[in-house]
Every structure is written in structure tokens, then in C-alpha cells.
């Protein structure tokens, strides 16, 4: 139990460290090339579930212009929320897409998990707010928090819908330019 909670303890700092830097760090902005990034991710991210049954598809994305490490980084985050949520399911699906909405572009990434009760979904982007009990799901509850700091710095904003126990999806925008 105390190897259990100083490893969590670790685990938190290091999260709170980078979602603190995040907000000095200078954004290295340039072309990103989304598909190619989401793909790389799907991979690392299969690999880490071994043996479990997890479909990732990687639709067709624009690409975007931005800090590739700080945009991989929000991505991932997405991604292994979404593989972390889809547990309880067999198979696993997650579909990392995009859509146009105006005169910009909106990712995705929906999976069929746990979900969540949309009354809630303003708590998911705060830090340390979870709206599972951490025994169900692991996580530092800072995941979001960085993404939603990443996506922001980028110009954009960042949201999710959902419905408790039919999967979510998680939505951001970047500033076009």
C-alpha cells in the first residue's frame, strides 16, 4: 500500500510539474500532420494494452498548425483516457476523426466506454476532478486539465459530451493560421 501511494505521490507531482510549465513553456509552432501523429499515438497506445482487444481507427485529418510535442501530448492524453474508459468493453473502439465546423476544423477522439453524466462535464477539465472513483479508473485527475491548457495556448478550446455507460467524446478546436 505504501509502494502504491508513493508511486501515485510521484505520479501527481510529475503531472502537477508539467501542468505548471505548461504555462511558460514557448510554443514551437509549425505544420503538424494530425494523421500522422494520431496514428503513431494509436500505435504506442495498443502496444501498452498488450494483449487486450482495442480498436483504434485513425480517420482521415487535416493537418493543423501548432507545437507537435505539446499537441502529441494532448492527443495521447485523449487517447489513453479513452483505451483507460474502455476496460469494461469487448471490443474496445476508439475512433480518432475530424469534422469542419465553420471556417475550422474540429478533432475527436470517442470511444465506447464508462462516460460520463453530462451534468458533470464542466468538472473534467478542472485539476485533480474525477467523476470516477479512482479504485474503478487509475489516473491523477490532471490528464484533462493538461489538455485543456495545451488546446488553449493553441488558440483553441476543448469540450466533451456524453452519456453514463454509452462512451464519450472529446472535442478540440486549434486557432487557424
Do not use: C
Not at 505521490?9 to 510529475?14: A, F, S, V, Y
Not at 471490443?91 to 471556417?103: L, V
Not at 476544423?105 to 485539476?127: M, Q, S
Not at 476543448?158 to 486557432?175: C, N
Request: charged share 30%; no cysteine.
Amino acid at each position: 500500500v505504501i509502494d502504491q501511494n508513493t508511486r501515485r505521490m510521484g505520479q501527481l507531482i510529475d503531472d502537477l510539474l508539467a501542468f505548471s510549465r505548461l504555462g511558460r513553456q514557448e510554443l514551437d509552432k509549425g505544420r503538424v500532420d494530425m494523421r500522422e501523429l494520431a496514428r503513431g499515438i494509436a500505435e504506442d497506445v495498443r502496444r501498452a494494452e498488450g494483449d487486450r482487444p482495442l480498436d483504434i481507427t485513425v480517420n482521415a485529418l487535416p493537418a493543423a498548425r501548432g507545437d507537435r510535442a505539446l499537441l502529441r501530448q494532448a492527443v495521447s492524453n485523449l487517447v489513453e483516457n479513452a483505451a483507460k474508459f474502455t476496460r469494461g468493453r469487448t471490443p474496445a473502439r476508439i475512433e480518432i476523426g475530424s469534422r469542419p465546423d465553420g471556417g475550422q476544423t474540429v478533432y475527436f477522439v470517442k470511444d465506447n466506454g464508462a462516460g460520463f453524466d453530462e451534468r458533470y462535464a464542466g468538472k473534467l477539465f478542472g485539476v485533480f476532478q474525477r467523476l470516477h472513483r479512482a479504485e474503478e479508473f487509475e489516473g491523477t485527475g490532471v490528464g484533462l486539465a493538461i489538455v485543456q491548457r495545451i488546446v488553449q495556448r493553441h488558440g483553441g478550446r476543448v469540450w466533451a459530451e456524453s452519456k453514463l455507460d454509452q462512451g464519450a467524446t472529446f472535442y478540440f478546436t486549434l486557432l487557424e493560421s
